[in-house]
């Protein structure tokens, strides 16, 4: 039995029958039963098809049948279906529903449907590029339709009073079978919208005899007009940089053979490993990652943990720009270069994008469709190492809800299985601070996974990584690196770039020195090209008659050396070092120094340049005479703090304690704080350097919770700490 429908297209995304006649008490045929009451109808996917739902009929329809009454259904809301159609789809369906009512008729049929997309497509050469035009399409349904009293079945079902409205225009029983080939089309082979070309491609599949009559009395070939379709969405994915996929278990040889182009046996599923996943192995092998330098304890224990039978999944803990990332990329590198045990000689090493991962998965399950698929290709390629970065990040991703407190699966969830049979094996990072307050809260999802702590490297180790690195960045910004440049760049880094770790903001300041220099470089070629076009012509012949001078005396010179090889005869240990300047000088590279770094450093930190680049032995020498001159009267303490940082600045202290431990007594106004101010502005370059703490504001038991966060049990347990670090 038919239902009458209507249009999804409304204003509240709910379509209303039009309010009609109460059917006759005889039996109707089943194609021209309409509901007379007022109802909403859904489109829900169930089994990959669309399925078409409508509302209970209301309590005082008495005539309905008692199987209706027990199918019953309350309200629902559209589905999500209609959310893919494209805006020209959408405008396709109300041209077709404007057709129908221009026509006199009260169902869009599936001649009107094609005169929709006929309408929208707005090619310069017709409709899929076949010549059709609006104006020819509705004369030939004019001609076949309305010029005869002969109807087809579907006409016969709408005996009915017109709807005043377009947008309340129900489909017809074909052209709802239209839109579930549509939908079945966009979703078998892997498209996340539906545009006009899938209800073509629909309409041609499943036509009911109506527009191919019109299509038939244009002359247009069918199988033409479906090649252009298949063209034109493929163009769309390429696009994006995908290819169309061909879901399991689709039966290619249920289309009709007049839409035998819209098979595509040779195309094949898009992997999922290379969708979402990078092939670090890959990279490795072409040479685009850089080399990583030391970390020979860490590789070493992740090798460890990769070769065990279970629970083989490392995870790196460390702060962010020790070298997290670049540790998986080394082990890569090794791969690549067959420096790891034969068991890990096969393995390929993906780093996964969670970006990547989730955007586009709109619809409930569709984001736990792809993890599964691509823990099973992992399973079944057997030489996947899945490299996580920020994995933190998994815990609550797919849920619905607020933040990681949300219903239902979530990536972790979804991976556990697989990281606990050791049929998955991954290496995973994050940092100590998200590892604790996220990670650790999930105890299954933790104790698969074994931790590698990854400190910061020493400046030493810090060197000798910016030493391996400087060829990249030379031949990247065109310039080279001193040594005295690497070592500025990792102490003045340490010193005044307090809120981050090494290597990564020594090897970025030695990354914006680079480009500096490099900018400035172009500067100064620019402003000799405008000094030398700003020049008068007479300074030009000058120049050229130099030029010429210095010509003549190279050749005379090269007169008397021929004379001289000559009478020697022998050429072999003759060395002549030309005094011209060479052609190739102002391709010359610039040289960065310690002076550019500190200029960044300076950039960076907001402390002038000059006292960046002063010399530590020069200002401990000068620091108690600096200090007495903002502290007047207290030389005993001024001398004490001095010889205090003298000590610890020489070497003679434990590295791992600080500099010094003060107690400053004494009365209210006497200095005690401008001392301390005084230290912080003559060492350390500003008295922001100071971290003052009053402890006249925590006099009472509760105010503790200023300095150590809130307790447990209360709000803002494990923030405070975090938000200071």
């Keep these: 039995m038919e239902v009458s429908t209507c249009s999804p297209l409304s204003v509240n995304s709910r379509c209303l029958f039009a309010n009609q006649p109460p059917p006759p008490r005889h039996r109707l045929p089943p194609l021209q039963y309409v509901n007379p009451m007022s109802s909403f109808f859904n489109i829900s996917m169930i089994s990959h098809k669309v399925q078409f739902f409508h509302s209970n009929y209301t309590s005082n329809n008495n005539n309905c049948n008692p199987i209706c009454a027990r199918k019953r259904r309350k309200i629902i809301?559209?589905?999500?279906?209609?959310?893919?159609?494209?805006?020209?789809?959408?405008?396709?369906?109300?041209?077709?529903?404007?057709?129908?009512?221009?026509?006199?008729?009260?169902?869009?049929?599936?001649?009107?449907?094609?005169?929709?997309?006929?309408?929208?497509?707005?090619?310069?050469?017709?409709?899929?590029?076949?010549?059709?035009?609006?104006?020819?399409?509705?004369?030939?349904?004019?001609?076949?339709w309305h010029s005869t009293n002969n109807q087809d079945t579907d006409d016969a079902a709408a005996q009915g009073k017109p709807f005043s409205s377009a947008a309340k225009m129900p489909f017809s029983i074909s052209t709802k079978r239209v839109f579930e080939a549509a939908v079945e089309y966009s979703r078998s082979r892997g498209y996340n919208f539906i545009a006009p070309e899938h209800i073509a491609l629909g309409l041609f599949t499943v036509d009911d005899g109506s527009a191919g009559r019109v299509l038939k009395r244009l002359g247009v070939d069918v199988n033409h007009l479906a090649a252009v379709a298949?063209?034109?969405?493929?163009?769309?994915?390429?696009?994006?940089?995908?290819?169309?996929?061909?879901?399991?278990?689709?039966?290619?040889?249920?289309?009709?053979?007049?839409?035998?182009?819209?098979?595509?046996?040779?195309?094949?599923?898009?992997?999922?490993?290379?969708?979402?996943?990078?092939?670090?192995?890959?990279?490795?092998?072409?040479?685009?990652?850089?080399?990583?330098?030391?970390?020979?304890?860490?590789?070493?224990?992740?090798?460890?943990?990769?070769?065990?039978?279970?629970?083989?999944?490392?995870?790196?803990?460390?702060?962010?720009?020790?070298?997290?990332?670049?540790?998986?990329?080394?082990?890569?590198?090794?791969?690549?270069?067959?420096?790891?045990?034969?068991?890990?000689?096969?393995?390929?090493?993906?780093?996964l994008d969670m970006g990547l991962l989730m955007a586009g998965a709109k619809e409930r399950g569709e984001l736990e469709a792809r993890v599964t698929?691509?823990?099973?290709?992992?399973?079944?390629?057997?030489?996947?190492?899945?490299?996580?970065?920020?994995?933190?990040?998994?815990?609550?991703?797919?849920?619905?809800?607020?933040?990681?407190?949300?219903?239902?699966?979530?990536?972790?969830?979804?991976?556990?299985?697989?990281?606990?049979?050791?049929?998955?094996?991954?290496?995973?990072?994050?940092?100590?601070?998200?590892?604790?307050?996220?990670?650790?809260?999930?105890?299954?999802?933790?104790?698969?996974?074994?931790?590698?702590?990854?400190?910061?490297?020493?400046?030493?180790?810090?060197?000798?990584?910016?030493?391996?690195?400087?060829?990249?960045?030379?031949?990247?910004?065109n310039c080279k690196f001193t040594l005295e440049a690497i070592n500025a760049a990792v102490h003045l880094s340490a010193r005044y770039i307090s809120d981050r770790y090494l290597p990564d903001k020594a090897i970025d300041l030695v990354d914006e020195a680079g480009s500096r220099a490099h900018i400035e470089l172009f500067k100064r070629k620019k402003e000799q090209q405008t000094c030398i076009l700003s020049k008068p012509p007479d300074d030009y012949w000058q120049e050229i008659r130099t030029v010429q001078a210095m010509h003549e005396v190279v050749q005379g010179s090269r007169l008397k050396y021929d004379d001289v090889v000559a009478s020697m005869g022998d050429t072999s240990e003759i060395v002549v070092e030309s005094s011209l300047p060479s052609a190739s000088d102002d391709d010359e590279p610039a040289v960065v120094g310690p002076d550019d770094i500190a200029a960044v450093a300076s950039l960076w930190s907001g402390i002038p340049v000059q006292q960046i680049t002063a010399d530590e032995r020069m200002l401990l020498v000068g620091l108690e005479e600096q200090l007495k001159k903002r502290v007047i009267g207290q030389d005993e303490a001024v001398a004490a703090i001095s010889r205090a940082v003298k000590r610890s600045r020489v070497g003679l202290k434990d590295p791992n304690r600080p500099t010094a431990a003060m107690l400053f007594c004494g009365p209210t106004g006497v200095g005690k704080t401008e001392l301390a101010k005084s230290l912080a502005a003559c060492y350390f370059g500003s008295e922001s350097s100071m971290l003052r703490l009053d402890m006249s504001e925590y006099m009472e038991r509760h105010t503790v919770s200023k300095l150590i966060g809130s307790p447990p049990g209360y709000v803002g347990v494990g923030e405070y700490l975090s938000r200071m670090h």
Aim: hydrophobic fraction near 40%; aromatic fraction near 4%.
């Design 77 to 144: 809301p559209i589905s999500s279906v209609f959310e893919r159609f494209t805006e020209r789809a959408v405008k396709a369906v109300i041209f077709s529903q404007r057709e129908a009512k221009s026509l006199g008729k009260d169902m869009v049929f599936t001649q009107h449907l094609l005169l929709g997309l006929i309408a929208e497509d707005r090619h310069p050469n017709g409709f899929l590029e076949s010549g059709i035009t609006i104006d020819k399409a509705r004369e030939a349904v004019v001609s076949i």
């Design 373 to 477: 698929t691509l823990i099973s290709e992992i399973q079944k390629s057997g030489d996947v190492i899945l490299f996580i970065d920020e994995v933190h990040t998994l815990i609550g991703s797919g849920t619905v809800g607020r933040g990681n407190k949300g219903t239902g699966l979530d990536i972790s969830n979804l991976l556990k299985p697989s990281l606990g049979r050791g049929e998955l094996q991954c290496i995973a990072s994050t940092t100590q601070d998200e590892h604790r307050t996220q990670f650790e809260k999930d105890k299954a999802l933790a104790r698969r996974f074994q931790p590698v702590l990854i400190s910061e490297p020493s400046q030493e180790d810090a060197v000798r990584i910016l030493l391996g690195l400087r060829e990249k960045y030379e031949a990247h910004h």
């Design 230 to 351: 298949v063209s034109r969405l493929q163009g769309e994915l390429a696009k994006e940089g995908r290819e169309p996929s061909l879901a399991k278990g689709v039966r290619e040889n249920s289309i009709s053979g007049k839409t035998a182009a819209l098979k595509s046996p040779g195309r094949t599923r898009a992997s999922a490993l290379e969708q979402f996943c990078v092939d670090l192995t890959a990279r490795a092998s072409e040479e685009l990652i850089d080399p990583v330098i030391g970390r020979e304890t860490e590789i070493q224990r992740i090798i460890q943990i990769l070769c065990r039978r279970t629970k083989n999944n490392p995870i790196l803990l460390g702060e962010s720009g020790v070298g997290k990332t670049a540790i998986a990329e080394g082990l890569a590198i090794r791969i690549v270069q067959a420096e790891v045990p034969v068991f890990l000689l096969s393995k390929r090493i993906m780093s």
